[in-house]
T-cell receptor, first 112, second 109 residues
Framework: KAGVTQTPRYLIKTRGQQVTLSCSPI?????VSWYQQTPGQGLQFLFE???????NKGNFPGRFSGRQFSNSRSEMNVSTLELGDSALYLC???????????FGQGTRLTVV | GIQVEQSPPDLILQEGANSTLRCNFS?????LQWFHQNPWGQLINLFY???GTKQNGRLSATTVATERYSLLYISSSQTTDSGVYFC???????????FGTGTRLLVSP
């Protein structure tokens, strides 16, 4: 069974640009969550989608958005990039409520 | 919101030594997971353990939900055990994991 797949693995963007990251969950999983990891703030929750509906959102500015498609694949978008958005972005998938979450390899975003 | 504290923050061991990592949380949880983050950043699942005890090879974990803590035991450590270990919890109804700040483990040969 394939794991969680995130693309791209690495990305370099310029301040002010926008970026889209993709996450394909484990087959059959309907919940996808996104997390940001930085040295200063640790691992922080961005948002969670289940069956195309956002059920929970973390404390991030509106520049961070996401969506989920009918096949459960998810994308997150960051507009008007800032230097502080440089981070490792991790995606997790899980089956139902209160079940084990599995993470992808992450996308390392560098904003210059 | 819920607070998750891990201790110790850093740990240096000689190969072959045993260690115990601790995770304290401030509220009732319905999900607790232990992860090992590899040098490339991926979070590797170690245990899904909202309560009770589990073992997997040299690793074992115990969660005492009523006292709001979990322990991860590493026996006969190897250099490949080096990395950062995270505890993450989920509170009922919130559909998100809250992570501790991690324990950075270095196992020297």
């Amino acid at each position: 069974k394939a794991g969680v797949t995130q693309t791209p693995r690495y990305l370099i963007k310029t301040r002010g640009q926008q970026v889209t990251l993709s996450c394909s969950p484990i087959s059959g999983h309907r919940s996808v969550s996104w997390y940001q990891q930085t040295p200063g703030q640790g691992l922080q929750f961005l948002f969670e989608y289940f069956s195309e509906t956002q059920r929970n959102k973390g404390n991030f500015p509106g520049r961070f958005s996401g969506r989920q498609f009918s096949n459960s694949r998810s994308e997150m978008n960051v507009s008007t990039l800032e230097l502080g958005d440089s981070a490792l972005y991790l995606c997790a998938s899980s089956g139902q409520v209160n079940t084990e979450a599995f993470f992808g390899q992450g996308t390392r975003l560098t904003v210059v | 919101g819920i607070q998750v504290e891990q201790s110790p923050p850093d740990l240096i061991l000689q190969e072959g030594a045993n260690s115990t990592l601790r995770c304290n949380f401030s509220d009732s949880v319905n999900n607790l997971q232990w992860f090992h983050q590899n040098p490339w950043g991926q979070l590797i699942n170690l245990f899904y353990i909202p309560s009770g005890t589990k073992q997997n090879g040299r690793l074992s974990a115990t969660t005492v939900a009523t006292e709001r803590y979990s322990l991860l035991y590493i026996s006969s450590s190897q250099t490949t055990d080096s990395g950062v270990y995270f505890c993450a919890v989920e509170v009922a109804g919130f559909q998100k994991l809250v992570f501790g700040t991690g324990t950075r483990l270095l196992v020297s040969p």
